[in-house]
Structure formats: C-alpha cells, structure tokens
Nanobody
Framework: QVQLVESGGGLVQPGGSLRLSCAASGFSLDYYAIGWFRQAPGKEREGLSCITSSDGRTDYADSVKGRFTISRDNAKKTVYLQMTNLKPDDTAVYYC?????????????????WGQGTRVTVSS
C-alpha cells in the first residue's frame, strides 16, 4: 500500500526556515518521482518542486526558486523540502505526492498518490 506522510510543518517567523519531510512506504523512491505542493485557503494547489526517480533531476516553481531545496534519501525513503527565507505568502498546507512514472513535474494531475499534508504558518 502506497503511503506518504509529511511532517515538519509549524509556525515560523518571516525570514525563518523549516525542513519538511515526506516519508514514503509501500513503494521504492528508485522508481517514483516526488513532488511538493501547497494549498492556501481559497487558492488552487500549487506545484513547488519535484525530483525525478532516475537521475534526481529537480525543478522549482519561480515563487520558491532560490529559497526552497528538494532532496531525497532513498535509503531512508524520505524526500525533504528545505525552506528558507520564508514569507507570510508561504503560509499554506504543504503536500508531497508520488508519480509512478518517475517523471515528476509541477502539475498536480501528474501525481498518483498524495500525503495528508502538513501546515506551515509564517507569521510574526
């Protein structure tokens, strides 16, 4: 059974940092691409970053490029999203998702499995 569990969210001040984790079970990261997404109240789900299965190629949305970094540890079956210089506009529920074809992308319909999300609040 494919399962994704996000963790690491919380309250942080503007300019601060957080590292989100996405723990995978029931499948191998060797074959699945993982993406990070977020959804703020009243807004559509937004693709932030992804990492492919085969060569670990990464991609980022313009809104987070230079501030967020995606990485994976296949042995721990965990994908991370390091977030720095956080802004109030980054407040949202953050989700990770798995693409069984391994290609990734920033478009939510490309993904087959989703975690339950972790909330990030950026506020002073």
């Amino acid at each position: 059974q494919v399962q994704l569990v996000e963790s690491g969210g919380g309250l942080v001040q503007p300019g601060g940092s957080l590292r989100l984790s996405c723990a995978a079970s029931g499948f191998s990261l060797d074959y699945y691409a993982i993406g990070w997404f977020r959804q703020a109240p009243g807004k559509e789900r937004e693709g932030l970053s992804c990492i492919t299965s085969s060569d670990g190629r990464t991609d980022y949305a313009d809104s987070v490029k230079g501030r967020f970094t995606i990485s994976r540890d296949n042995a721990k079956k965990t994908v991370y999203l390091q977030m720095t210089n956080l802004k109030p506009d980054d407040t949202a529920v953050y989700y990770c998702a798995a693409d069984r074809y391994g290609l990734g992308g920033l478009d939510p319909p490309l993904y087959d499995y989703w975690g339950q999300g972790t909330r990030v609040t950026v506020s002073s």
